[in-house]
């Protein structure tokens, strides 16, 4: 605190707008009268009350300066979950979150993690000679430091093969019909694939398939040709020996032979290649020509698919070691409400230097640190409880995130307000956004006092929603690919994910660095400060308002969209009918809400008790998305809780909801018509279930 108070230069940073300077004369104005009245003014004010002054204040508190620096000395050195070094970057946002005078808390896990040991891979021809293909990423224009680790598939067996090679393309079911139609078997061969729309794991589980005995998979792209995305491949989420309980030290924990800890790991080696090698190696293939519809996007040249006649010889090994993984907290009391949360989330670790991922947005969390400090020196107190959550082994598959879910599982489900979260907060131009939709007014709300960080005068808004059209701008969040996966999917908790930017050059490359951001992802940092903007004003709305800023009506239109896509699909195969009904409902318990706000709004109206009111009907509102939740969870993974939102088991699968109806329909071309359409009729019913819970939830009242 006193720290702080001593360094003023780094809360107010040069901002060169002219209403930089206006806001901080006032600021220094306010900073005379309160230290003449309050001299460490924690003394709850009069104004301490008047949430729309301390939102003005954090958005002009903003400073490119200060989230830069923070972000230069994250990337200092990389930071692998489970590393030496990466205990190094949690003392360093642990203190400093002490230094601004934040309670704290550090949460640790032992968890499963995977570390490669070696790797090699080189080309035979037929006259004996051979070609060393390069693994690591030393030797390209950029320096790659030694505490880097190598590119690796984390979870990938140990192995070998030696074998022809076969260019699979994207490695779909698709393509393995069209190698099938040219007459190519890629059982016993090596085959090498470019990332697509799949998975890391589900492209190697279909090779695994298909007979194949190794899988190399490449990036596409243009810049840093010699640049490997490293990743897991593991497939379901959090640490494997815990599935569905917290990994504590001394707790149960299944051995690493079990057959629930094995099904997660592929059975066959893989690792990820740069663009350089894999097209050494592509050039180098022969056999049947690419199909044209392959060959329409694709970016290197390959005459064609294979098998060989190269012969590829490729070794793998790696470690799997229980290791220590720490979160950390930091936590602002709430007022009138301490019981209630509102959780700002983004994970720390990283592959390498983890400029873009995820330390743009641990940067980003920074900044909010300081500037909620800031708040609190000129007397705000939340009136609902924020805590700042930096979480560890995101990276080998939302590992910290999902133990701390698991572990709070009821006091988060009953208590928590809102997650959000930010993984990369500026991987490039253009802001995206995902939401569970009571939230998307609020969202857009934010986003319209919130500069645009790439034009003079427009507000984000302006530029993003206004232009897109408000509606089909925010995405939904049923991917498993950030530490929102765990609080929608498991506790049903609703939640909004932000960021600028997509599909980096660099992504999981040692090119992830401090000197990429400055050159090409956000050169001035003003994008951070467009993040961090939003980020912090959707937590002080949900920390502030006095009744919860939901909306359950955009709720509604959302699952009758869905409703309306299912209708053609089906096209009367099915009933809808249990679907349009629990729909209804969900709609007249929005309105139900509603009218009870109103009343809210006019005291008289509402009568005595108005506080308790208001919190009966906050309740009403942050439980409705439990109703989504089925005790049974997804068939098959029942995991996965909420069956409105959450991952198709067919990641090829084009329905981006209601994850267990599109299970079914997956499911249904293996049966006879009669049964396909009875599996998928008691899905629907299981949402229309849900649906219904959600309802009789926003309406609080029992049947
Ligand atoms: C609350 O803050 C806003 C913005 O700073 C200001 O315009 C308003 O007068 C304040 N209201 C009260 C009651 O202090
Ligand atoms: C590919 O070859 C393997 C082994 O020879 C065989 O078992 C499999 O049926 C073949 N696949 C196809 C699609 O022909
Ligand atoms: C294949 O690679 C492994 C590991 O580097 C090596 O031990 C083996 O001798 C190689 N095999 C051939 C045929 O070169
Ligand atoms: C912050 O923004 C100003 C104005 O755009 C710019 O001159 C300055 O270099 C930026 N600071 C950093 C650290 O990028």
Not at 17 to 46: A, D, K, N, W
Not at 256 to 265: I, N
Not at 428 to 453: H, I, M, R, S, Y
Request: glycine residues 8%.
């Amino acid at each position: 605190m006193f720290q702080f108070l001593s360094k003023p230069a780094t809360i107010f940073t040069a901002k060169s707008r002219p209403l930089g300077t206006f806001v901080f004369i006032v600021i220094l104005c306010f900073l005379g009268l309160y230290t003449l009245h309050f001299p460490l003014s924690f003394v709850p004010t009069s104004n301490s009350r008047n949430a729309s002054r301390f939102q003005h204040l954090f958005l002009s508190s903003a400073s490119n300066f200060t989230i830069s620096s923070y972000l230069r000395i994250l990337t200092q050195h990389p930071h692998l979950a489970g590393t030496k070094l990466a205990s190094d970057t949690t003392r360093y946002v642990l203190n400093h979150f002490k230094d601004l005078g934040l309670e704290t808390r550090t949460v640790n896990y032992k968890t499963l993690l995977s570390y490669p040991v070696y790797a090699s891979l080189s080309a035979h021809f037929s006259d004996g000679s051979f070609l060393d293909l390069p693994l690591t990423e030393m030797g390209g224009s950029e320096q790659v430091g030694q505490d880097v680790v190598p590119p690796y598939h984390a979870y990938s067996p140990s192995g070998s093969a030696h074998a022809k090679a076969v260019f699979i393309n994207y490695g779909l079911e698709e393509d393995y019909l069209a190698l099938g139609l040219l007459g190519v078997n890629v059982s016993g061969c090596i085959v090498i694939a470019r990332k697509g729309v799949l998975t890391r794991g589900a492209v190697i589980q279909r090779a695994e398939g298909n007979g194949a005995l190794a899988v190399l998979l490449y990036a596409e792209g243009e810049r840093f040709r010699n640049g490997f995305e490293r990743g897991t491949v593991m497939t379901g989420i959090g640490d494997p020996l815990s599935p569905g309980w917290a990994g504590v030290d001394g707790g149960d924990s299944l051995e690493l032979e079990d057959s629930e800890v094995l099904k997660r790991f592929p059975k066959i080696p893989s690792m990820p290649l740069s663009v350089e090698t894999a097209e050494t190696i592509l050039d180098l293939l022969a056999g049947v020509p690419v199909p044209q519809e392959w060959r329409d996007t694709l970016r290197s040249r390959v005459k064609g698919v294979g098998p060989g006649p190269a012969v590829l010889n490729f070794t793998y090994q790696g470690e799997k070691k229980v290791v220590t993984i720490q979160n950390v907290l930091a936590i602002i009391r709430g007022m009138e409400e301490p019981d209630r949360y509102v959780l700002l989330g983004n994970h720390r670790d990283a592959w390498t230097y983890g400029a873009v991922d995820p330390n743009s947005g641990t940067a980003a969390l920074l900044d909010i640190a300081r500037r909620y400090s800031l708040l609190l020196r000129f007397g705000w107190n939340p009136q609902r409880t924020i805590i700042l959550c930096s979480w560890d082994a995101e990276e080998f598959g939302m590992i910290g995130s999902t133990e701390w879910v698991e572990q709070n599982l009821v006091n988060l489900g009953s208590k928590v307000v809102a997650y959000l979260n930010v993984d990369c907060a500026v991987q490039g131009p253009g802001f995206f956004a995902g939401a569970t939709p009571q939230l998307d007014n609020l969202l857009l709300e934010v986003t319209k006092k919130v500069k645009d960080p790439d034009s003079e005068d427009a507000t984000l808004y302006d530029k993003w929603a206004a232009t897109a059209g408000n509606s089909n701008v925010i995405e939904r969040l049923s991917g498993v690919n950030s530490d929102f996966a765990p609080f929608v999917h498991r506790a049903g908790i609703p939640s909004i994910d932000i960021y600028y930017g997509r599909d980096f050059p660099v992504y999981h490359t040692a090119f992830d660095s401090y000197k990429w951001m400055t050159e090409y992802g956000d050169p001035l940092f003003w994008r951070h400060v467009a993040v961090t903007g939003v980020w912090g004003l959707l937590a002080l709305r949900l920390a502030d308002d006095s009744v919860l800023p939901f909306n359950y009506h955009s709720c509604v239109d959302q699952l009758q969209g869905y409703e309306s896509f299912l209708s053609n699909l089906f096209s009367g195969t099915v009933s809808l009918h249990p679907l349009t009904t629990s729909i209804r409902e969900l709609a007249s318990a929005a309105k139900e809400a509603d009218d009870e706000l109103k009343k809210l709004r006019f005291h008289e109206a509402a009568g005595d008790f108005i506080e308790l009111k208001k919190r009966a009907l906050n309740d009403r509102l942050l439980l409705a998305e439990k109703g989504f939740l089925d005790a049974d969870g997804l068939p098959g993974r029942p995991w996965f809780k909420h069956l409105v939102y959450g991952p198709p088991a067919d990641c090829e699968s084009n329905l981006v909801f209601f994850p267990g109806i599109a299970d079914a329909i997956s499911q249904s071309t293996a049966m006879s018509k009669k049964e396909g359409r009875a599996a998928i009729q008691h899905e629907i019913w299981r949402v229309a279930r849900a649906i219904q819970r959600a309802a009789y939830a926003l309406r609080g009242e029992l049947t």
